[in-house]
C-alpha cells in the first residue's frame, strides 16, 4: 500500500469525448506526476506538478493538462480523446528535496478504454 | 535516438536460483536508475534506488549493478521464490530532484516451482 488512491479504477470513453482522472497523494507527499502506460509498455511520463504548478512535461500534446490543488491531490484531464489513448493511467506522488531519491510511490492506475 | 531496452521479454527460472535482468540504455546520462516490480494490473512498486557515482546496492535477496561506460543496470534476485514472479522495470533519472522517469518496456519473470 502505496497511500497514493486514484479513481475511477475503471471507464471507457468514445472517441472525442473528455476524461477527467483523479488522485490522491500519499500524506506528506508535494509532488504528483502522471504516467500513461500502454499495454506491453513501460509508463511514460506526461507531466509534473509541483506546488500546484506544472514544473515538467514529457512528448504528449496540450490536450493532456492537469491541476495540483492546495491538498495535493491532482486531476489529469484529456481532452478531444483517440482510440490510442486507451491506457493504464497511473500517478504517482513523491517528495521534491530529497535530490537523490526520486522514489516514486505509484496508485494502481486508471484504466482507459477508448473505442 | 533515445533507448532503454531490457534483456527480454519473458524470463524463466527454477526457485531457489538467481535471476538476472538486464536494463541497457542509449543517448542517456542518468543521474540515477531505479528497479520497480509491477503485478498484473498494479501499479509499479519501487524495489531499488542506484546513483551514477554508485556501482552496486543490495537490500536483502535483491542486487543491483550500474556500470555507466557499458550503459547497463544488472538486477539480481538470489534464492528465487515463485511469489517473485511478476514483471520488473528499470527507470532512469536524468536529473537529481526532479522526479520524472524514463521507463524501460519490462522483463516479466516467472519462478517455476
Known amino acids: 500500500e502505496t497511500g497514493v488512491t486514484q479513481s475511477p479504477t475503471h471507464l471507457i470513453k468514445t472517441r472525442g469525448q473528455q476524461v477527467t482522472l483523479r488522485c490522491s497523494s500519499q500524506s506528506g507527499h508535494n509532488t504528483v506526476s502522471w504516467y500513461q502506460q500502454a499495454l506491453g509498455q513501460g509508463p511514460q511520463f506526461i507531466f509534473q506538478?509541483?506546488?500546484?504548478?506544472?514544473?515538467g512535461r514529457g512528448n504528449f500534446p496540450p490536450r493532456f493538462s492537469g491541476l495540483q490543488f492546495p491538498n495535493y491531490s491532482s486531476e489529469l484531464n484529456v481532452n478531444a480523446l483517440e482510440l490510442d489513448d486507451s491506457a493504464l493511467y497511473l500517478c504517482?506522488?513523491?517528495?521534491?528535496?530529497?535530490?537523490?531519491?526520486?522514489?516514486?510511490?505509484f496508485g494502481e492506475g486508471s484504466r482507459l478504454t477508448v473505442l | 535516438s533515445q533507448k532503454i531496452e531490457q534483456n527480454s521479454e519473458a524470463l524463466n527460472i527454477q526457485e531457489g536460483k538467481t535471476a538476472t535482468l538486464t536494463c541497457n540504455y542509449t543517448n542517456y546520462s542518468p543521474a540515477y536508475l531505479q528497479w520497480y516490480r509491477q503485478d498484473p494490473g498494479r501499479g509499479p512498486v519501487f524495489l531499488l534506488l542506484i546513483r551514477e557515482n554508485e556501482k552496486e546496492k543490495r537490500k536483502e535477496r535483491l542486487k543491483v549493478t550500474f556500470d555507466t561506460t557499458l550503459k547497463q543496470s544488472l538486477f539480481h534476485i538470489t534464492a528465487s521464490q515463485p511469489a517473485d514472479s511478476a514483471t520488473y522495470l528499470c527507470?532512469?533519472?536524468?536529473?537529481?530532484?526532479?522526479?520524472?522517469?524514463?521507463f524501460g518496456t519490462g522483463t516479466r519473470l516467472t519462478v517455476i516451482p
Open positions: 504517482a506522488s513523491s517528495l521534491v528535496g530529497d535530490s537523490h531519491s526520486g522514489e516514486l510511490f
Open positions: 527507470a532512469l533519472g536524468t536529473q537529481t530532484g526532479a522526479n520524472n522517469l524514463f
Open positions: 506538478y509541483y506546488r500546484e504548478e506544472e514544473n
